[in-house]
């Protein structure tokens, strides 16, 4: 099969990979329909988090797609099944034309698909994204804790992520939402979703947080672009006793500061979330389905072009660059 290969950091190729079998009980192997780009896969393939084992899998580090199961050795999956693929993110697999996957890492999708609608198809992958944000909202405002006043929620980033966050806080209650970007597209999406947002550099983000709170700051901030510049900012921005959340994937894997007076000052909650894909049930990718099955969340701006696996690094150099005005990127093998 044809599939990625990222030997070093920077270095994005396309090449031929045995065709995986499922050998083992429980294991199958995936025909791919769609994959998508995630902000992730950037730092993973061209800005140093490259993993030890990253050069010798196919298909890395695309984490996030939809196929039908073509060969199965699983009773739960049987050949035919159209499925959303949740490997371990760190592994990743997806930009590929098969790929092999156990019972703990997919959930089958809604019986009244057509896995032959890429358009259908494509949109029910956006729920391996949106599973991730609803699992991190949770550990960013978990609800089994006594009520919180859902006041300000500023969401650092209008790419998918943002834009998901974005949804879930309207869903959670919280009275004024602000989202940030550097691309005017993005933010009219996000507008369109009922925040208010500001353009970076051309407005103060912190200045419009203050104006709207009254100087108190943001209950919860997240950010999720991955920037260890905007997560020192969101520390400056978020409320006594608030809550900052981190899911934008680190730069590298060397430290970076903290500001820890304001921290302390503040009593603030830092809040990482990785490895949804390792919880019990993938009960968050699950409720992701089923949120757009029924029509819960709005997916459709990430429907943007499609692109080859020989495109796949000249998206990932358009996505580091912005996206020049899409939302998402979609790989069709």
């Known amino acids: 099969m044809r599939a990625t290969h990222v030997p070093e950091t920077g270095v994005?190729?396309?090449?031929?990979?045995p065709t995986p079998r499922a050998t083992e009980p429980g294991t199958f192997v995936v025909r791919m329909t769609a994959a998508s780009v995630c902000g992730s896969d950037l730092h993973a393939a061209l800005h140093g988090t490259l993993h030890p084992m990253g050069p010798e899998?196919?298909?890395?580090?695309?984490?996030?797609?939809?196929g039908v199961v073509a060969k199965s050795n699983s009773q739960k999956?049987?050949?035919?099944?159209?499925?959303?693929?949740?490997?371990?993110?760190?592994?990743?697999?997806?930009?590929?034309?098969?790929?092999l996957l156990d019972d703990d890492h997919a959930v089958a999708l809604p019986l009244d698909l057509d896995s032959n609608d890429l358009t259908q198809m494509r949109r029910y992958m956006m729920a391996q994204q949106l599973g991730t944000c609803i699992y991190a909202f949770d550990l960013y405002w978990p609800t089994e804790v006594p009520?919180?006043?859902?006041?300000?929620c500023?969401?650092?980033?209008?790419g998918s992520a943002g834009l998901f966050f974005l949804q879930d806080a309207k869903r959670r209650g919280f009275k004024h939402i602000i989202v940030s970007d550097k691309q005017p597209a993005r933010l009219d999406i996000a507008r369109t979703l009922g925040a208010r947002t500001v353009l970076i550099p051309d407005e103060d983000l912190g200045a419009v947080v203050s104006e709207l709170t009254g100087n108190k700051g943001a209950d919860?901030?997240?950010?999720?672009?991955?920037?260890?510049?905007?997560?020192t900012q969101a520390v400056g921005i978020v409320a006594?006793?608030?809550?900052?959340?981190?899911?934008?994937?680190?730069?590298?894997?060397?430290p970076t500061l903290v500001p820890i007076f304001e921290v302390f000052r503040k009593c603030v909650r830092l809040q990482g979330s990785v490895a949804a894909q390792s919880e019990p049930g993938l009960k968050s990718f699950h409720e992701a389905v089923r949120r757009i099955h029924d029509g819960e969340v709005d997916v459709d701006y990430c429907l943007g072009p499609t692109h080859t696996l020989d495109q796949v690094a000249e998206v990932l150099r358009i996505a580091e660059r912005g996206g020049e005005g899409q939302v998402k990127f979609t790989i069709v093998p």
Do not use: K, N, Q
């Open 12 to 17: 994005i190729t396309v090449r031929e990979w």
């Open 57 to 66: 899998r196919a298909g890395y580090p695309g984490h996030e797609g939809v």
């Open 77 to 99: 999956f049987p050949e035919g099944t159209a499925v959303l693929c949740v490997p371990p993110g760190e592994f990743g697999g997806a930009f590929a034309e098969y790929m």
């Open 147 to 152: 009520a919180r006043t859902a006041g300000t």
């Open 154 to 158: 500023v969401i650092m980033g209008a």
């Open 220 to 231: 919860l901030v997240i950010e999720a672009v991955g920037s260890d510049e905007l997560r």
């Open 240 to 254: 006594h006793r608030g809550i900052v959340g981190w899911f934008g994937l680190y730069e590298s894997f060397e």
